[in-house]
């Protein structure tokens, strides 16, 4: 840089036009900064230090970072407040979607207090509560309810007849949600070894919403049945959830009329109080536990007024009471649903990223996402152990934990305490709860999900790509269950990241008076092309996928088309050839002629000669004929026929090197192809490419070659240094094309163009003096 002028609202820059072989002199290009090698790295990877030692250790157990320096008078009140909130939530929550996993409610409880322990340890989120899920729960439990179904478990009866053995089909399908949790678990941890932690990237927000939308809608239809008292078939695979839905619908007559009464009055007054706890948000220290205190009122309802017995009320039943001791997972089920686990590790990993990022950056603090993937799959593996399964982190606990005062994971402690000491002492008193009571809670809870479907027009407004992903989502999810709905979705999802790339929006650039801005002359009126130049660009990057369109595009908005230039002069060139056979032959004939009219005149001068007694001595020459005193109009006929001659080589432009007459005709026809077009050079702005392929680069070197043949002259411009890096190691750069064509920035490119061509930079309307 030579010189800078800077005021208020304007800068002037005078430099030198930089190319890139001017830009690697500049900036003194080259490996200043020395990298490591292999060895090197490896060798430090491995030395151990006891500073280093520590960061590794507070790396992977973050608890013993922050937790000496816990401070009871700033964080003490907060958690525990925010603790007991989230452990009276467990509980109604814990037993509600366990059922949605068609397990017993109390493994609900399990997973509620063994997985928020393992979390304290090694999560890096303060605010987010983990556990039971509805989304989570759900798919775990299409599994368990396809693999132990009701009818591989008939058996007679004490009465002989036949029946359900509940606790044989209970036990296989608490085997089968543990040996999921295990394996996702392992997925997750390897995934967070690895630092695959980007993998929940490919998993966009439209994608992520959509999908637990649609699974929403799985976890109300399954609730259906509790809530009216029928009992539908069992349908899987796709399609499942409408033939549960007609199912239900065609047992409407049969409804138990007591079991609505008590769904409606619950999700009643679940409703009205939760609609409290939003108004009063911020009057109310802690929100009323009406979760907690419906399942007490119901639970007693039922007991002492014997509806259990009189109505025939489908209630939780048998909860029994203290810990079980670790068992392992079985492990001939692997097989059978390490696809549905990955699955459930994937989405489990996604819901949980998604809460710690938005809490964490609404209170200043750094998630780490490898580390999330590890502290959730270790909560998944050791919960396994003692009958839980999958869990993440819950929408509507987090935010009630964080709006409660909650600072840190000590509330999730707390949280657990209460669910333990349920477990242990008071779980029996809740085996009169009515299911009904459980799905009404689940009914409530889904209204976060379901407020989801505003998306729609906010998308329809800002992107209608992302609707189309959230919609595609949903109807994938909710016609195909959620595995398959799943793996649609992210296919979808990718398709329409190609899809972007392979239809970008070309445009010609335009100089915007006064400035170096070259803009869309689409889009902005004063932006104004520069006589003889074409600037093209490209808004995404150019590889295989689109290299084919981008060379159309580049035709159709230059508005010169290389086929019929090309054709055209290859027409020229066969005509040309025609015209110099025809001319030759010509000249070959006149010669022939020429050489017979001297040999004719030769044979009268010898006949002269011997008339006037001179002695023959054989064939003389014009000049000698001359001086032997041939008669002067002789003479002169013969000269004038040789001048004649040349005139005529003359003027079919053959005299000189035939060779170097052709190729000057050849310049002066692609001179004219090119200036048919009213341009004679093209710059294509490739700022935007990231990456090139080397489809793109042979795409780019067809540019350089075709665009030459008929005389113009192609420049780059705006190359980021690793696409110049990848250009130079595919060998594009050569004697043909050389760095030189490379221009920093499109200003360069357009200044050198124009002072090649015998311009000056007041063609610009510029108020920037440039040097070259």
């Not at 690895?194 to 993998?199: D, T």
């Not at 929408?395 to 000491?421: C, F, H, N």
């Not at 709905?485 to 398709?495: C, D, E, I, N, P």
């Not at 009268?604 to 000698?624: D, I, R």
């Amino acid at each position: 840089m030579e010189k800078m002028d800077c005021s208020a609202g304007h800068y002037l820059v005078q430099r030198k036009v930089l190319d890139e072989i001017g830009l690697d002199e500049v900036a003194q290009k080259g490996m200043w900064s020395a990298k490591p090698t292999l060895g090197e790295r490896m060798k430090e990877s491995l030395r151990c230090s006891v500073p280093r030692l520590k960061d590794t250790v507070l790396s992977w157990v973050p608890v013993l970072g922050w937790l000496p320096q816990y401070s009871f008078r700033e964080n003490g009140i907060g958690d525990l407040i925010s603790g007991c909130s989230v452990g009276i939530m467990h509980l109604p929550q814990g037993m509600a979607y366990a059922l949605l996993a068609s397990l017993r409610p109390v493994y609900g409880l399990y997973t509620s207090l063994y997985p928020v322990l393992v979390y304290f340890l090694f999560g890096t989120s303060r605010h987010i509560s983990i556990g039971t899920f509805a989304v989570i729960s759900v798919m775990i439990g299409g599994v368990t309810e396809r693999l132990a179904p009701d009818s591989e478990f008939i058996a007679n009866n004490t009465n002989g007849t036949a029946g359900v053995d509940i606790d044989a089909r209970d036990a296989s399908r608490v085997k089968i949600a543990c040996s999921i949790a295990i394996l996702a678990g392992i997925f997750q941890v390897v995934l967070g070894v690895m630092k695959f932690g980007f993998v929940v990237n490919y998993l966009s927000e439209p994608l992520v919403r959509g999908y637990t939308t649609g699974s929403a809608c799985h976890v109300c239809v399954s609730q259906l049945h509790y809530l009216f008292g029928v009992s539908p078939g069992r349908f899987t695979g796709p399609l499942s959830l409408i033939y549960i839905l007609v199912d239900i619908c065609q047992l409407l007559p049969e409804t138990k009329v007591p079991e609505l009464v008590v769904s409606l009055v619950a999700l009643a007054v679940l409703i009205l109080v939760k609609e409290i706890n939003a108004f009063y948000r911020q009057k109310l220290p802690m929100p009323i536990p009406i979760e907690l205190i419906v399942v007490i009122l119901a639970t007693v309802i039922t007991y002492f007024c014997g509806l259990r017995s009189r109505y025939s009320i489908n209630v939780v039943g048998e909860i029994p009471s203290g810990l079980n001791a670790p068992r392992t997972p079985d492990v001939t089920w692997f097989s059978k649903v390490v696809g549905d686990a990955f699955a459930v590790a994937i989405v489990g990993y996604a819901i949980n990223i998604s809460l710690s990022k938005t809490f964490a950056l609404k209170h200043g603090y750094k998630v780490d996402s490898n580390q999330e993937l590890v502290a959730l799959g270790l909560s998944n593996t050791v919960g396994s152990f003692f009958q839980c399964y999958a869990v993440t982190s819950s929408l509507s606990r987090s935010l009630v934990q964080e709006s409660t005062g909650g600072k840190t994971q000590v509330a999730g402690v707390i949280s657990s305490v209460i669910v333990l000491i349920t477990i242990l002492k008071i779980g029996a008193l809740f085996e009169d709860l009515p299911k009904a009571v459980l799905s009404a809670i689940v009914f409530v809870n889904l209204k976060g999900m379901f407020k989801q479907f505003t998306d729609i027009p906010m998308l329809w407004k800002t992107n209608k790509v992302d609707l189309l992903v959230w919609l595609v989502t949903l109807t994938s999810t909710i016609l195909l269950n959620l595995d398959l709905g799943l793996a649609v979705s992210v296919g979808f999802s990718m398709l329409t990241v190609i899809f972007r790339t392979q239809l970008p929006r070309y445009s010609i650039l335009g100089h915007l008076s006064g400035t170096e801005l070259y803009l869309d002359i689409d889009n902005y009126k004063e932006a104004k092309e520069i006589p003889g130049i074409k600037i093209f660009r490209s808004s995404a990057t150019i590889y295989y996928t689109n290299a084919e369109m981008y060379l159309e595009a580049l035709q159709e908005k230059s508005g010169i088309d290389t086929g019929e230039l090309l054709m055209a002069k290859k027409k020229q060139e066969a005509k040309l050839k025609r015209k110099e056979k025809k001319e030759k032959k010509k000249a070959e004939k006149e010669e022939k002629k020429q050489k017979k009219a001297v040999f004719l005149k030769e044979s009268e001068v010898n006949e002269v000669n011997e008339v006037n007694g001179v002695k023959e001595q054989g064939p003389l020459s014009l000049m000698e004929i001359s001086t032997n005193g041939l008669s002067k109009g002789r003479v002169n006929w013969a000269y004038q026929h040789d001048t004649t001659m040349s005139d005529s080589d003359s003027d079919t432009g053959c005299h000189g090197d035939d060779s170097t007459q052709v190729s000057h005709k050849h310049s002066d026809e692609e001179k004219g192809l090119a200036c048919r077009s009213g341009t004679h050079s093209i710059i294509l702005d490739i700022s935007a490419a990231s990456f090139v392929d080397t489809v793109a680069v042979k795409t780019l070197k067809n540019v350089f070659r075709d665009f030459g043949e008929i005389g113009l002259d192609i420049y780059l411009a705006g190359c980021q240094a690793c696409v110049v890096e990848q250009l130079e190691a595919a060998g594009f750069f050569s004697e043909s094309i050389s760095k030189s064509r490379l221009f920093v920035t499109v200003h360069d490119a357009v200044i050198h163009i124009l002072h090649k061509v015998g311009c000056t930079d007041t063609a610009l309307d510029m108020t920037c003096t440039t040097k070259m």
